[in-house]
């Protein structure tokens, strides 16, 4: 405890926790990742906050996305690169509660399952009205719920075709300039020697 205390006394904190994801190997997106890290950690917290990543394939969305998941608790942290159509209402009903939800690729989202976790992300809340069986077998009408809140992020390659999600998520840009481009050349060849 009293080292963890240290750490959050420190003068410039945000500046110190960037520094470190740097060297967990995020090179340059000095912004975008301190963006992403506090966007993940909000999980924990009554408001939460949603992160949506373009850029261009190969562009380092999932490597960024990664290591900031990664920095959060594991057993707090979903991961999921693809979703039917049905799953997130069929989850227990507080599977999902001050989770960190990871889309690897959103594109990949059916339209139910994106409906879904919009609903997550704004009203906190899945309700469902299903067929369910009582002891005897019987099938009546009844209700499946599924909790939140969750803090999200997700990547893709195609943001404008979003708009549901605009008003949801931050949508945060990769860098792919040449400069960005030199940066990763440069710390992929400082690793390699």
Known sequence: QAKCIGFLN???LLQHINDLIGKCGVVGE???RI????????????????????????????????IISELMTT??????????????????????????VC?????????DAQLAVRELQSNEILIS???????????????KIVRGPIASMGWTTKGEIYEDNISRCF????????????RVIHYQNHVAS
């Not at 299903?130 to 209700?143: F, M």
């Open 75 to 100: 057993e707090d942290v979903k991961k999921y690169n693809r979703v039917t159509d049905s799953s997130f209402y069929n989850q227990d009903e507080y599977f999902f509660v001050n989770k960190l």
């Open 103 to 111: 889309f690897e690729d959103y594109d990949g989202l059916k339209e």
């Open 129 to 143: 009205s299903t067929s369910v069986k009582d002891e005897s077998g019987k099938i009546a009408g009844g209700e």
């Open 30 to 32: 000095e912004n975008n």
């Open 171 to 182: 949508v945060i840009a990769i860098d792919e300039s040449k400069g960005q481009t030199k």
């Open 35 to 66: 963006f992403l890290f506090v966007i993940a950690s909000s999980y924990k917290m009554k408001n939460t906050l949603h992160a949506l990543i373009q850029g261009s394939s190969g562009s380092g969305k999932t490597r960024l996305l990664k």
């Open 10 to 12: 420190k003068p410039r």
